[in-house]
């Protein structure tokens, strides 16, 4: 018993067209979405690096205002660098402080901190109010604070 081949000459070849252009565009879709992934680590790296430079400008300042309400002067400390191992993430941070008031209490003090590496910023703002009349430890308490990512 003889079969008799039912396809057609023209259809020869035409399964292996259609395998080389569904691998082409499943290709495009995969490397679509790679491309889509390596965008969003990229930018989970920058908001890492920014949440972490705005923590240790946070620290930064706090460890001024522990300093401000245990000194025995009740005065600015210097500006000064904060110790890398004071602050999370061992970013290195610069505080200063400047009295904004005349008057001796509450004495009225603005801090400002900023990473000091060359990275990503974090940049914090406080103005703290210092009961100077009191003894150590005195009342501190935040009057403003303001803080960005840099």
Same mark, same amino acid.
């Given at each position: 018993?003889?079969?008799?081949?039912? =396809?057609?000459? =023209?259809?020869?070849?035409?399964?292996? #067209?259609? &395998?080389?252009?569904?691998?082409?565009?499943?290709?495009? #879709?995969? #490397?679509?979405?790679? @491309?889509?992934?390596?965008?969003?680590? &990229?930018?989970?790296?920058?908001?890492?690096? =920014?949440?972490? =430079? !705005?923590?240790?400008?946070?620290?930064?300042?706090?460890?001024? #205002?522990?300093?401000?309400?245990?000194?025995?002067?009740?005065?600015?400390?210097?500006?000064?660098?904060?110790?890398?191992?004071?602050?999370?993430?061992?970013?290195?941070?610069?505080?200063?402080? !400047?009295?904004?008031?005349? !008057?001796?209490?509450? &004495?009225?003090?603005?801090?400002?901190?900023?990473?000091?590496?060359?990275?990503?910023?974090?940049?914090?703002?406080?103005?703290?109010?210092?009961?100077?009349?009191?003894?150590?430890? @005195?009342?501190?308490?935040?009057?403003?604070? !303001?803080?960005?990512?840099?």
């Amino acid at each position: 018993m003889m079969q008799h081949d039912t =396809r057609h000459p =023209r259809d020869r070849g035409s399964v292996l #067209i259609l &395998a080389l252009v569904l691998t082409t565009v499943l290709s495009l #879709i995969v #490397i679509g979405l790679a @491309r889509y992934t390596m965008t969003g680590l &990229a930018t989970s790296d920058v908001s890492t690096d =920014r949440t972490e =430079r !705005t923590a240790a400008a946070t620290a930064g300042v706090y460890f001024v #205002i522990e300093q401000l309400s245990v000194s025995a002067t009740a005065g600015c400390p210097a500006n000064q660098v904060v110790a890398a191992t004071v602050v999370p993430g061992e970013v290195p941070v610069a505080v200063t402080c !400047t009295k904004i008031t005349t !008057t001796e209490s509450p &004495a009225v003090y603005e801090l400002s901190a900023r990473t000091t590496d060359d990275h990503v910023a974090g940049t914090i703002t406080a103005q703290v109010q210092v009961r100077t009349e009191m003894s150590a430890p @005195r009342s501190v308490r935040v009057i403003e604070w !303001t803080g960005n990512g840099g």
